[in-house]
């Protein structure tokens, strides 16, 4: 479960812990990786030591650009990975737009621009591997849309 809240400056924050007046937003599928023990370490005791048993468990989500947002003419498309607790050492990132890996953003880029896109429906996604284990987990896809003005309806000015 996703919670989405607006805060009084208008900016929009998505968090897997409940906020008074968010939103719950459900997902598609699952964005929860299980650390797991390297090897010759007890059970139970992921990459670095643990006072407790629990394995620890690693949210992550795809916060910008947000589902079906529309980006007009020249603007930039941000994007965001948030991801709780942060990327553990043995750990890549790996994005793909529109199922094509981008390899310009390194293996530990949790945020980056894109440059000016063509006209057009995107979707972009997020794995995180564990080098150690070989294990890997993705976000769910986020669409977002670019739209470039033509000489028919040129973009106006923005107030």
């Not at 990786?33 to 992550?60: L, Y």
Request: charged share 15%; aromatic share 6%.
């Amino acid at each position: 479960m996703v919670y989405k809240w607006t805060d009084a400056s208008g900016v929009v924050h998505f968090s897997d812990q409940p906020v008074p007046g968010a939103e719950k937003i459900v997902t598609a599928g699952t964005n929860t990786m299980k650390a797991s023990s390297p090897p010759g370490a007890p059970p139970g005791v992921p990459g670095s030591a643990r006072a407790d048993s629990t394995p620890a468990t690693q949210v992550f989500q795809i916060t910008s650009p947000a589902p079906g947002q529309s980006f007009f003419g020249d603007e930039l498309v941000a994007v965001r990975l948030d991801l709780s607790p942060p990327l553990r050492p043995g750990q890549t990132i790996t994005w793909h737009l529109n199922g094509k890996e981008l390899e310009e953003q390194g293996t530990t880029a949790t945020q980056f621009t894109l440059p000016r896109l063509d006209r057009g429906t995107y979707a972009i996604a997020a794995t995180i591997t564990d080098q150690q284990t070989g294990e890997s987990q993705s976000t769910a896809s986020v669409s977002f849309f670019v739209r470039q003005p033509t000489e028919l309806a040129p973009l106006r000015p923005r107030n």
